[in-house]
């Protein structure tokens, strides 16, 4: 089976010029077959504040209103994804911007309300890869906003370490999957207060014991859960990492 | 050849949500090989004020700043290219959203700044439909935003009308096409204040004494010049005509 990378960059990558500057550079030399999933950051927020849309959060996490919905839809949709098309077509990497509407691509159920109204959040239902493998096998380099679908004509906001997750396990019938999160440190750190206490390899135990110790951080707790989740259905390889590390193999690798 | 059928919607027919819902209805029945073309209307306008960004106008076209190519950005490749792809969707159809940067679709060049700098405006330099066939062979239907891209990275504001016409032209060489101006009139009116008064037929000399006359409205005009391109270059049929008439043929045809 061909190799599949599957790069999914974080918030604070793609708020600053820089990081993204480094992560585009990185993303288009990777030979082979590669998709990038990329999450908003504070770009949407802030874009929200400026339109004077309040930000509610309830346990920590956003309520996505109508509002705040299409403020991630001009966001994730379409500032982010369509600069980092651009830029990849600037390198030389044929990229070509989706969401999870686009050739229905990602179906997502909108949460329930109860207990708590996360408003136009979407659960993923099924992810549908046969237009996507073609793309693939036409050296197009797919970018994936994390935004899905409900099939009735409406967007929503899934977490993009979900979507990275779901596409690398529906893809690994087809290809040898390396799923990469890339974020702003260089691995899952044993004390989140040193940033060079890399744990170098994780396994299931292992991450639960950090976890009962408060060890990890909470913010790694989703991210790895999806890692875990990735592991288990088949992925080849699941690496935490940095987007310098991207293409060493340098982080946590999940075992 | 294979037929195509080519749809530009304008401004005014994407503004409106009841219009749109007919715009969905109807081009989702079109059979056969099809691509929509939007514009993005009031909708840009309407964020720049809020976010307090000055649209500046000379000789009654907007100057495209960096913030106002963002709000673009925003607006046409985001909001009203990702909710079209996912209405349409909702209704059976295949639909990718694109902008030109997107598989390298249209290039263009920054247009130059002497004798009025209007900003980051594009004017197409090539149209490049490789991959776009590809898209349309497997029953993909492309939904594409007004914009364009440099090649160096930079994305660019671009006349939804010329892009219609250089997809048209550029597609000739592989299909029958079909090009289909859809606005909120029913066709080139002879009476701007007459909504029946209807030209069914219109030459380029008619079209010329119309001009000259001064019946035939300014606005009309650009568009007009683009459907004569793209017919005198080896379009099948052009027609100027509202949502309504997509599908039936009724409208100004361009000879």
Do not use: W
Request: glycine share 10%; net charge neutral.
């Amino acid at each position: 089976m061909d190799k599949l990378t599957i790069i999914k960059v974080g918030g604070k990558v793609v708020e600053d010029s820089d990081s993204m500057i480094l992560l585009m550079d990185h993303f288009a030399k990777i030979s082979g077959n590669k998709i990038l999933v990329h999450g908003g950051g504070r770009a949407a927020t802030d874009l929200a504040k400026k339109l004077g849309i309040e930000s509610q959060m309830v346990n920590g996490r956003r309520i996505t209103g109508k509002d705040m919905l299409d403020v991630a839809i001009m966001v994730y949709g379409g500032l982010i994804n369509k600069k980092i098309v651009a830029g990849l077509q600037a390198r030389g990497c044929n990229a070509i911007g989706l969401t999870g509407a686009d050739i229905n691509l990602i179906s997502a159920r909108k949460r329930p309300v109860e207990p708590i109204d996360y408003g136009y959040v979407g659960d993923i239902e099924d992810v549908n890869s046969s237009d996507l493998r073609i793309l693939l096998n036409e050296n197009i380099v797919p970018v994936i906003a994390a935004l899905t679908h409900d099939g009735k004509g409406n967007l929503l906001n899934t977490n993009a370490d979900t979507i990275a997750c779901e596409l690398a396990v529906e893809l690994t019938g087809h290809f040898q999957v390396f799923l990469f999160y890339c974020f702003e440190k260089k691995g899952v750190l044993k004390d989140p207060s040193d940033d060079n206490s890399i744990i170098h390899e994780l396994d299931v135990d292992s991450f639960k014991k950090y976890q009962n110790e408060g060890s990890i951080s909470t913010g790694m707790i989703p991210k790895l859960d999806n890692g875990f989740r990735a592991k288990k259905a088949g992925v080849k390889e699941v690496l935490i990492t940095n987007t310098d590390s991207m293409t060493s193999g340098k982080g946590t690798r999940l075992i």
